[in-house]
């Protein structure tokens, strides 16, 4: 029998990409073993194409906000994509990795893969300075609420960090 762990997140969450590594860490501190691999929602060329650009988006990010925390600056360029490479600092980056929006033919992930800047202005900058703003960037609990709070449209909740990773199993076999 082959058990299917699926984890998931919000893309734009400062703090996903930490619970998703803990959650991994304990899958794995549970089996004594590590997955034999990762499927991620992604095309690669985009994956390989927005990445090549975190620097990038730090310094852009670094324009857009009034003297923000570095640490803020660091996870908001770290949750470009960190669905696709969070696994890699829990279980190694020879894990097999499976791109699972590698059939998919978007327009979207065309223009990520000619023009990644242009493509991070408009999906991830802006995004990320509209929903966090100049005051809460210089707090990493801040601005971690406000990356929360703002990804779950319609949702009302009292406490938006309590939102995190969720896990599903399914045996197959």
């Not at 499976?98 to 223009?111: C, F, H, P, T, V």
């Not at 990493?140 to 939102?163: H, L």
């Amino acid at each position: 029998m082959i058990e299917v762990v699926i984890f998931g997140g919000l893309h734009d969450s400062l703090d996903h990409r930490e619970k998703l590594q803990d959650a991994l860490k304990s899958e794995i501190r549970g089996r004594a073993a590590h997955p034999r691999f990762v499927a991620v929602e992604w095309r690669e060329e985009v994956y390989r194409a927005l990445t090549a650009e975190r620097q990038w988006l730090e310094n852009r990010l670094r324009e857009r906000w009034d003297n923000p925390a570095d640490e803020v600056v660091r996870l908001a360029a770290a949750s470009l994509c960190w669905e696709a490479d969070a696994h890699v600092d829990v279980a190694g980056k020879d894990l097999p990795v499976i791109y699972l929006d590698g059939l998919l033919d978007r327009r979207a992930d065309e223009w990520a893969i000619r023009d990644p800047r242009n493509f991070l202005i408009y999906a991830k900058s802006a995004p990320l300075v509209n929903v966090i703003s100049s005051e809460d960037a210089k707090s990493i609990e801040k601005a971690t609420a406000a990356s929360n709070a703002v990804s779950w449209p319609g949702i009302e909740e009292k406490d938006a960090s309590a939102r995190g990773s969720r896990t599903a199993r399914a045996g197959v076999g």
